[in-house]
C-alpha cells in the first residue's frame, strides 16, 4: 500500500543519515489528497494511524495527526508541479552547507548529470512580510516562481535549495523523489570537496548533455 511506503520512505532518511531527530518529511499525492510525515513524530513512531492526509484543494485534515508545519511548501509543489507525486524535504548537511553559503550545488560531474540536469538551484531570498506570513507556503512559492521564470522542469531538475534553509527534492514517485535527496546530499559533499581542491573546475556541457539524456527523456538507452 501506498502509506506503507510512505512510511519506509520516512524511516529512509533517518537511516540514509540525511535528518537527525525529527528533521525532515516525506509526502505523497493520493488523488486529490496528499499523505504526509506528521508534526514531530519520531520516525520509528510512524504508524497507518498516525500519517496525515491532507484535502489539496482545501487544506484541509482529513485523518491521522496534525500535519507536519512543511506541508503548505508540499502542497504548493503539488498544484504546480502536476507530474510529481511525491516530496522530501531534508537538512542533509552537505546539501544545507550549500543552502546556508546561498549558492547552488554546480554540477562538476557525470555523477551529478546522471540525475540533474544541471546546476541544483538556489531559489531566491523570502522577504520580511515572506516570513512573517505564511512562511511555508511562500516557501513553495519561491521554488515554483524560480522553476517558471528559469523555464526549468521539475521532473529534470528534482531538487531546490531554499537558502539559510535546507533542500527540497520531488519525484514522478517516492522511490524517484527519495533517491533524488540520497543522490543530492552525495554529489552535494562530492562538489564541496572537489571545490576544496580546485576552486575552479570545469564540466564540459555536452558531456552533461551525454549523462543526463542517456537515462531520460525519449533517446534514453540506459537500463533495460
Known sequence: MLIDELIQCNQSLQKENLVIYTWGNVSCREGKYILIKPSGVKFDDLSKENISKIDISSEDLISGYKPSVDTPTHIHLYKNFKNINAVVHTHSKYATIFAQAKKPIPCLGTTHADYFYGDIPLVDDL?????????????????????KKNSIDPLNMGAAL??????????????????????????????????????????NKELLDKHFLRKHGKKSYYGQ
Open 162 to 203: 531554499c537558502p539559510s534553509h535546507g533542500v527540497f527534492t520531488w519525484g514522478k514517485d517516492l522511490s524517484s523523489a527519495l533517491k533524488n535527496a540520497i543522490v543530492l546530499e552525495y554529489i552535494a559533499e562530492v562538489a564541496y570537496k572537489t571545490l576544496v581542491l580546485n576552486p575552479e573546475p570545469n564540466f
Open 127 to 147: 522577504s520580511y512580510d515572506e516570513i512573517e506570513n505564511n512562511y511555508e507556503q511562500n516557501t513553495g512559492k519561491k521554488i515554483v516562481q524560480y522553476f
